[in-house]
């Protein structure tokens, strides 16, 4: 895709999308609206709740050179065995935005031509935090209908090999072989196959080479209006599509639109729990951390089939 091309689609994606709320819902979260809040808690049929998450790493590899974190401090030896009352304490940290670990981006997370979504200033980025779309915005949560599309599945894979492309048709095939329909508000969820693929053949540089959406794929997003997009890998293929715009998807979904993603996400227990009910549509709950003026979040979404 030319640089003239993804210039264009991103100025098209940026005029149709709502600017920035003051209050309330915000960016495409403004379609997730009450109303379909409460018509997807009828997607529940068994309860069955799983984790989209993969467990956090804390060994370094080629995809995770800034592991995270965990050290326990308590109890001391001292207390092991001892008589009366003592806790068991530990301090965590990580890297939110790395290759590795599932996380959510917020809307301050991209910054391009100086501004973040809906024109707001980067200077509002600042070593203190961010003072505007941080993503304390989401501390009441993010509850709606989410959607599976299996492009693996559609093309007869186990995986997709870093490098490839997922595109408009693509997700529509899916639509059609999954018989399900991505409509406004849902959260839509696109398997590639990545955490497979690392956990059959061990990590590598995914900075270097893995799969995502091609950036034309982002009009279906628009079309469908879609209010958070989640992927197993980052969402952007590397190499880029696009010469000298390295996340042309973030750019497009995050700065031009307003949808929060989620990227390392792992389904491979939602994939067949959905291919076993026969249906890839299901309530889902998305729990960011509650931390003032950050980028991002660890999170777990859970979907309830």
């Known amino acids: 895709m030319t640089v003239h091309d993804f210039r264009a689609l991103y100025e098209r994606l940026r005029a149709e999308a ?43 590899g080629p995809d995770d050179p800034e592991p995270a974190v965990h050290r326990m401090t308590g109890p001391r030896a001292d207390d092991i065995g001892a008589d009366g009352l003592y806790f068991a304490t530990d301090r965590f940290s990580m890297n939110v935005h790395g290759d590795a670990d599932s996380h959510l981006d917020a809307l301050c997370h991209v910054l391009f031509d100086g501004e973040l979504y809906g024109g707001v200033p980067a200077s509002t980025v ?75 053949l061990g990590p590598w540089d995914a900075a270097g080479a893995r799969v995502g959406l091609h950036p034309t794929a ?48 792992r389904f491979e227990d939602l994939a067949p729990a959905c291919a076993e009910a026969g249906r890839w549509s299901f309530l889902c709950v998305v729990a960011p951390l509650r931390l003032t003026g950050a980028t991002g979040s660890p999170v777990n979404p859970i979907a309830v089939l």
Do not use: K
């Open 18 to 60: 709502a600017p920035p709320a003051v209050d309330g819902p915000y960016g495409a979260l403004r379609l997730l609206t009450p109303e379909r809040v409460a018509a997807a808690a009828a997607e529940v049929r068994t309860g069955r709740t799983v984790s989209l998450a993969a467990p956090i790493d804390t060994v370094r």
């Open 126 to 200: 600042t070593a203190e935090g961010a003072r505007r779309l941080s993503v304390d915005r989401l501390g009441n949560g993010v509850v709606g209908r989410g959607v599976l599309l299996d492009i693996p599945r559609l093309r007869g894979v186990p995986w997709l090999e870093p490098g490839d492309h997922v595109t408009s048709d693509d997700l529509t095939a899916a639509e059609a072989a999954q018989g399900v329909s991505v409509g406004p508000g849902d959260l839509l969820f696109v398997r590639v196959g990545h955490r497979l693929r690392r956990t059959e």
């Open 218 to 265: 982002v009009e279906f997003l628009a079309e469908r209006g879609v209010t958070v997009l989640g992927g197993d890998g980052n969402n952007d293929t590397a190499p880029s599509a696009v010469r000298d715009v390295a996340f042309p998807v973030h750019v497009l979904a995050i700065h031009a639109m307003g949808i929060h993603l989620m990227d390392y996400l």
